[in-house]
């Protein structure tokens, strides 16, 4: 599993609307293309859409892209956003369906247990308002950490 050892990433918004970015995987000398597509921004009564392509999902071989339409909503009431996707995988040949939910458990933290069309992940985050660590349980069965950086 070389290929998501490392993985760095950067977006800018070039509008509201549109963040394009590169994923960067050094181990794999790979680098691609993240494009996201904000089609609705999310209302009390109207969940988000959004269109987009990354990398296949984590285990993928070098160079495979996915491609995906996903749909949220944050419920308030619950504390929690759920996501189902839509997802073209080139790694496969196949539609899939990655879904999830995130689960605020207060002053930052947050958990987001995830099913990315094939496999499941846990997530324990915390974030503040310019950074984020992630502790990462892989297949429920390899751990990681990610770090996030905004400005």
């Not at 970015?21 to 993240?34: D, F, R, S, T």
């Not at 369906?97 to 995130?102: M, S, T």
């Amino acid at each position: 599993m070389d290929r998501p050892q490392w993985r760095f990433t950067a977006n800018y918004s070039l509008h509201q609307r549109l963040q394009v970015g590169v994923e960067v995987n050094p181990k794999a000398k790979e680098a691609g293309p993240l494009v996201t597509l904000f089609l609705f921004t999310e209302t009390r009564t109207r969940p988000a859409l959004f269109l987009g392509t990354s990398s296949d999902r984590i285990g993928s071989p070098a160079g495979e892209q996915s491609y995906f339409a996903t749909i949220s909503k944050y419920v308030p009431r619950l504390r929690t956003s759920f996501y189902g996707s839509l997802n073209y995988s080139e790694w496969d040949g196949k539609f899939n369906i990655p879904f999830g939910a995130g689960v605020e458990l207060g002053k930052g933290f947050s958990l987001r247990p995830m099913y990315d069309g094939d496999r499941g992940h846990v997530m324990l985050n915390y974030f503040t308002t310019h950074y984020g660590v992630s502790l990462m349980y892989v297949w429920l069965e390899t751990p990681g950490i990610s770090f996030s950086l905004g400005f």
